[in-house]
Nanobody
């Protein structure tokens, strides 16, 4: 059993930055792939980024490549999503997901607006 809790969302101006956190409990996140997804109003949930387990490989959607960075801190059992140069179209609820466990977090709202 693995529970995921996201935090770090909020309101930010275009061009600003936020760092999202995905904290795991009930099991270690070490060695497991973790993904970040987002869902904007009226749109389907889409994959944003993921980080591999043992090799730490990373993947980014084209829409965020060069602006977002995914990382993990195994000591804190947490995966991060650093989001820079934010755009209004990044506005969405952001979720983290552990595919091996089928676990989703509750989501954190990110709003990019002036």
């Amino acid at each position: 059993q693995l529970q995921l809790v996201e935090s770090g969302g909020g309101l930010v101006q275009p061009g600003g930055s936020l760092r999202l956190s995905c904290a795991g409990s009930g099991n270690s996140l070490d060695y497991y792939a973790i993904g970040w997804f987002r869902q904007a109003p009226g749109k389907e949930r889409e994959g944003v980024s993921c980080i591999g387990g043992s090799d730490g490989s990373t993947f980014y959607a084209d829409s965020v490549k060069g602006r977002f960075t995914i990382s993990r801190d195994n000591a804190k059992n947490t995966v991060y999503l650093q989001m820079d140069s934010l755009k209004p179209e990044d506005t969405a609820v952001y979720y983290c997901y552990a595919p091996l466990f089928g676990s989703w977090g509750q989501g954190t709202q990110v709003t990019v607006s002036s």
